[in-house]
């Protein structure tokens, strides 16, 4: 347990997608339950006094992390921002991104959390899924168009694009730069590969590109400038994801039944089964 440890909260397991390698089993037929606000409040407050080196990081996801807004409850995730913020995190929402392809939802979805960023003065992370997966380009390019040609929106709202390592994700990419480029967003290579959105005026978004094995990748983490690589490459950080029934999930590998139970027992004790124990 060296290595630095971030939370993330998996507050449902419902996803208005089923896509056939969802690591978290979500999908429509689970139902559209989000985790108890009181719930995530006592437990970054537990987290939050862990004897590790812990992460500033939270991330809210699930199932899909925006869905309480698919359900018509405006509430939920600028609350859940609000409780984080008081922790002194900064917030990450991953989403499959479907609800930019609607300016219906994308509209007042983007502007909901532009003023819950502007209410906690903070900044709040958009983590989307760019791959041959989730059919969501447009929404994707929707969703950073909306950002980039706003300055209500770009001061408060960062842009974090995840793929896996294939031809797919290659491909993805591509669509997502021509899609970029008909709204006269250019995307465009830096020196270290990375992608930069800018539009007319130079207002831009940073998107890192991650390699695999020396296979570039799309980027996760980072974005209008704002790095945070030492958390985010692969080998620095142990991730404690808590659902909401909940189970406590150390790296997608190890789980235990919290149960009553302190978090830092159950953190040692997925520690150990992950490590063996430590002498
Ligand atoms: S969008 Fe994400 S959570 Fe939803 S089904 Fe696909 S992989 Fe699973």
């Not at 609607?102 to 791959?131: E, G, H, Q």
């Not at 919290?258 to 520690?271: E, H, K, N, P």
Request: hydrophobic share 35%; net charge negative.
């Amino acid at each position: 347990m060296n290595k630095m440890l971030a939370l993330e909260f998996k507050i449902t397991d419902w996803c208005n997608l089923a896509c056939p390698h969802c690591p978290e089993n979500s999908c429509t037929k689970n139902p559209p339950a989000f985790m108890p606000l009181e719930k995530i409040e006592e437990y970054v407050d537990e987290f939050q006094e862990l004897p590790f080196n812990t992460s500033k990081n939270v991330a809210i996801g699930g199932g899909e992390g925006m869905a309480p807004y698919l359900f018509g409850n405006e509430d939920y995730v600028p609350t859940v921002i609000g409780v984080l913020n008081k922790f002194d995190k900064n917030v990450t929402i991953k989403t499959n991104a479907s609800w930019g392809n609607t300016y219906k939802y994308r509209n007042p979805i983007l502007k909901s959390l532009a003023k819950c960023a502007y209410f906690n003065n903070s900044l709040i992370t958009l983590r989307m899924p760019v791959d041959e997966f989730h059919n969501n380009i447009s929404g994707v390019s929707n969703i950073i168009a909306d950002i980039v040609f706003s300055d209500y929106l770009l001061a408060a709202l960062r842009v974090e694009i995840t793929g896996f390592d294939t031809i797919g994700s290659v491909v993805a990419r591509a669509r997502l730069e021509s899609d970029l480029g008909d709204k006269e967003i250019k995307m465009i290579d830096s020196r270290n590969d990375d992608l930069v959105a800018y539009d007319e005026r130079g207002a831009g978004i940073h998107i890192r590109t991650d390699y695999v094995s020396g296979v570039p990748r799309l980027g996760r983490a980072v974005a209008n400038h704002l790095y945070t690589s030492d958390e985010t490459g692969g080998g620095f950080v142990n991730k404690l994801k808590i659902d909401n029934a909940d189970n406590a999930i150390l790296n997608n590998t190890v789980r235990a039944k919290i149960g009553g139970r302190s978090l830092m027992d159950v953190v040692q004790g997925l520690g150990e089964k992950m490590y063996g124990r430590q002498k």
